[in-house]
């Protein structure tokens, strides 16, 4: 069985901080490995609406591997893809997609 690194990234509108998470296991497959991600990233929704919390940035991050003693990125040539929180949903952002968006974000 493939290993995957699961990484939450919880911040709250207005904090300076971010809670960092990391989580490795072993999945059947990509598909199972994502759609655990995927759960988690909707219980960290339901949990801010439970808490009434905005979103400032935070995300459920999947990386391909055990990761658990790397410090691990967005840059990190192991990212699959990030589940990207808002106020309403989850969305699936490809590692490809999520870079290149996070590159114009640091052009502004």
Do not use: K
Request: net charge negative; glycine share 6%.
């Amino acid at each position: 069985m493939p290993a995957y690194t699961i990484v939450t990234t919880t911040a709250a509108q207005d904090s300076d901080a971010a809670e960092v998470n990391t989580l490795t296991d072993e999945f059947s497959s990509e598909s199972e490995a994502m759609g655990y991600s995927r759960r988690m990233a909707d219980e960290m929704m339901g949990l801010a609406h439970q808490l009434s919390l905005d979103f400032d940035y935070s995300n459920v991050g999947l990386y391909a591997g055990d990761l658990i003693d790397e410090d691990v990125d967005p840059a990190h040539p192991a990212l699959i893809g990030v589940w990207v929180l808002n106020d309403d949903s989850a969305s699936f952002v490809p590692a490809a997609e999520f870079r290149e968006d996070s590159d114009e974000g640091d052009r502004t």
